[in-house]
């Protein structure tokens, strides 16, 4: 580890990926070839060098350097790895780093739709899903309970963001994803023409008092799924609910209506994934 650098200048450039770029200025929608992200935690930063990204410096509190950060870095390479004590990295980034460790990445280029379901049997499909903390643990699920792939509306948060990285645990990197659509404003709602010219059968996962229980063994016997999950609060657009093959609820009880989106993919994906 001959890279080593002791930060004692809070204002030098190399630091502003950490300190002072914004998610949205990272991403670089102008040059995405030139966008980067943070991973934070030793098992993230794992999985997204095991998935192929490419580190491109570490923020490291002084003492995980020769502990859970040393295989890490060692595996990097020469990259410089920028290292202080805990209370000086809280003050630079603003935030108490997760296991001290911090890895600038670079982004790459992603597959298309049609790519990540060419062999997919069960996959998930996020339509507006704007709370990275809910993105983060839909993934882990969808990884968890046997989806094949993610597809996001662009009206969706950024998967590559701090903090959906740090809820899917890095699962991110492990179950394929790309965008269904290309803009917000163009996309208000799912493609569906595009899920059913790959073969799916479209599922909306909606209140309404017509749907099919979630145990109904149609669903379980069709070849292709794609599970369409909406928005926090708002759920789906009309046009998807409308537009899917099925449309199902989950049963509650206690007088509950729903549960957040989260925990509704959860269920939804071991219920309908086929494990």
Sequence with gaps: ?????????????????YARLTEVQLLNREFPEKGLFIAESPKVIERALSGG????????????????????????GDIPVYTAEFDVLTQLTGFKLTR????????????????VCQNARRIAVLENIMNPTNLGAIFRSAAALNMDAVLL???????????????????????????????????????????????????SMALREDS??????????????????GTEGDGLADG?????????????????????????????????GGL
């Design 153 to 203: 509306t662009p009206g969706c948060a950024d998967p590559l963001y701090r903090r959906c990285l740090r809820v899917s645990m890095g699962t991110v990197f492990q179950c394929p994803w790309a965008w269904l659509g290309n803009s917000a404003s163009e996309t208000p709602h799912t493609d569906l023409t595009r899920l059913k010219e790959m073969g799916f059968k479209t599922v």
């Design 240 to 272: 998807t609910i409308s537009g899917c093959d099925y449309t199902v609820r989950i049963p509650m009880s206690h007088g509950v209506d729903s549960l957040n989106v989260a925990a509704a993919s959860a269920v939804a994906f071991y219920q309908l």
């Design 212 to 229: 099919l229980s979630i145990k109904d063994p149609r669903l379980a016997a069709e070849e292709k799924l794609a599970i369409i999950l």
């Design 100 to 115: 001290g460790m911090l890895c600038a990445m670079r982004r790459r280029p992603l597959p298309t739709a049609e790519e």
């Design 53 to 76: 990204y490419e580190p491109v410096s570490f923020l490291v509190e002084t003492r995980h350097l020769e502990t859970q950060a040393r295989d890490l870095i060692r595996r990097c």
């Design 1 to 17: 580890m001959s890279n080593i650098i002791a930060i004692t200048d809070f204002l030098a450039p190399e630091l502003d990926v």
